[in-house]
Protein backbone atom coordinates (compact mmCIF):
# COMPACT_ATOMS: atom_id res chain seq x y z
CA UNK A 1 0.00 0.00 0.00
CA UNK A 2 1.38 3.33 -1.32
CA UNK A 3 1.75 5.70 1.80
CA UNK A 4 2.76 8.34 -0.44
CA UNK A 5 0.95 9.61 -3.72
CA UNK A 6 1.69 12.09 -6.02
CA UNK A 7 0.03 14.16 -8.36
CA UNK A 8 -0.64 17.21 -10.30
CA UNK A 9 2.18 17.31 -12.63
CA UNK A 10 1.91 18.10 -16.24
CA UNK A 11 3.09 19.87 -19.38
CA UNK A 12 3.33 23.88 -19.42
CA UNK A 13 4.79 25.96 -21.67
CA UNK A 14 8.49 28.16 -20.07
CA UNK A 15 7.31 30.71 -17.59
CA UNK A 16 3.84 28.75 -16.48
CA UNK A 17 2.79 27.11 -13.08
CA UNK A 18 2.24 23.60 -11.85
CA UNK A 19 1.21 23.05 -8.41
CA UNK A 20 1.80 18.90 -7.38
CA UNK A 21 0.52 17.47 -4.36
CA UNK A 22 1.40 14.74 -2.02
CA UNK A 23 -0.87 12.66 -0.06
CA UNK A 24 0.87 11.16 2.87
CA UNK A 25 -1.01 8.03 5.01
CA UNK A 26 -1.09 8.06 8.68
CA UNK A 27 0.67 10.19 10.53
CA UNK A 28 3.75 10.24 8.49
CA UNK A 29 2.59 13.82 7.18
CA UNK A 30 1.92 15.07 10.67
CA UNK A 31 5.55 13.66 12.07
CA UNK A 32 8.16 14.12 9.95
CA UNK A 33 10.01 17.18 7.86
CA UNK A 34 8.93 16.79 4.49
CA UNK A 35 10.51 17.07 1.06
CA UNK A 36 9.88 17.33 -2.63
CA UNK A 37 12.70 15.97 -4.64
CA UNK A 38 12.97 15.74 -8.39
CA UNK A 39 14.88 13.76 -10.93
CA UNK A 40 15.89 14.44 -14.51
CA UNK A 41 16.81 12.52 -17.25
CA UNK A 42 20.67 11.06 -16.64
CA UNK A 43 20.92 12.77 -13.49
CA UNK A 44 20.67 12.12 -9.59
CA UNK A 45 17.51 12.75 -7.62
CA UNK A 46 17.66 15.92 -5.82
CA UNK A 47 15.79 17.95 -3.24
CA UNK A 48 14.44 21.09 -4.34
CA UNK A 49 12.39 22.02 -0.97
CA UNK A 50 11.50 21.08 2.23
CA UNK A 51 9.51 22.16 5.18
CA UNK A 52 9.81 21.09 8.72
CA UNK A 53 7.18 19.93 11.28
CA UNK A 54 7.04 23.57 12.29
CA UNK A 55 6.51 24.97 8.80
CA UNK A 56 10.11 26.30 8.26
CA UNK A 57 11.16 25.67 4.74
CA UNK A 58 14.24 26.01 3.15
CA UNK A 59 14.73 25.52 -0.82
CA UNK A 60 17.54 24.70 -3.77
CA UNK A 61 18.93 27.83 -4.99
CA UNK A 62 18.12 26.93 -8.49
CA UNK A 63 13.98 27.09 -7.29
CA UNK A 64 14.27 29.73 -4.88
CA UNK A 65 12.02 32.53 -5.22
CA UNK A 66 9.75 30.68 -8.09
CA UNK A 67 8.55 27.38 -5.61
CA UNK A 68 6.76 27.24 -2.71
CA UNK A 69 6.58 24.24 -0.56
CA UNK A 70 3.10 24.38 1.99
CA UNK A 71 0.96 21.53 4.59
CA UNK A 72 -2.30 21.64 3.77
CA UNK A 73 -3.93 24.18 6.19
CA UNK A 74 -6.87 21.71 6.96
CA UNK A 75 -5.07 18.83 8.69
CA UNK A 76 -7.62 16.10 7.69
CA UNK A 77 -6.56 16.51 4.05
CA UNK A 78 -3.16 15.34 5.06
CA UNK A 79 -1.23 16.87 1.90
CA UNK A 80 2.13 18.59 1.64
CA UNK A 81 2.01 20.93 -1.99
CA UNK A 82 4.48 22.32 -4.04
CA UNK A 83 3.79 25.68 -6.05
CA UNK A 84 5.78 25.97 -8.89
CA UNK A 85 5.81 29.10 -10.78
CA UNK A 86 7.82 31.08 -13.17
CA UNK A 87 9.00 27.37 -14.74
CA UNK A 88 12.03 26.77 -16.79
CA UNK A 89 12.73 24.05 -18.88
CA UNK A 90 15.48 22.89 -17.05
CA UNK A 91 12.79 22.19 -14.32
CA UNK A 92 11.67 19.19 -16.23
CA UNK A 93 11.88 16.36 -14.50
CA UNK A 94 10.00 13.68 -12.44
CA UNK A 95 8.62 15.03 -8.80
CA UNK A 96 8.39 13.10 -6.03
CA UNK A 97 7.77 13.42 -1.88
CA UNK A 98 8.99 11.73 0.67
CA UNK A 99 10.23 12.67 4.43
CA UNK A 100 13.29 14.75 4.90
CA UNK A 101 15.84 13.21 5.33
CA UNK A 102 14.16 10.60 3.28
CA UNK A 103 13.49 6.93 3.80
CA UNK A 104 13.65 4.51 0.64
CA UNK A 105 10.79 2.67 1.20
CA UNK A 106 8.34 5.90 1.03
CA UNK A 107 9.34 6.27 -2.30
CA UNK A 108 6.44 6.47 -5.06
CA UNK A 109 5.84 6.68 -8.90
CA UNK A 110 6.32 10.02 -8.86
CA UNK A 111 4.72 12.74 -11.36
CA UNK A 112 6.12 14.25 -14.18
CA UNK A 113 6.74 17.61 -15.02
CA UNK A 114 7.45 18.90 -18.78
CA UNK A 115 8.46 22.30 -19.23
CA UNK A 116 8.73 23.40 -23.03
CA UNK A 117 10.70 26.17 -24.29
Known amino acids: QAQLVESGGGLVQAGGSLRPSCAAS????????MGWYRQAPGKQRELVAR?????????ADSVKGRFTISRARDNAKNTVDLQMNSLKPEDTAVYYC?????????WGQGTQVTVSS
Open 98 to 106: NTFPYLSIY
Open 26 to 33: GRILRDNA
Open 51 to 59: ISVGGTTNY
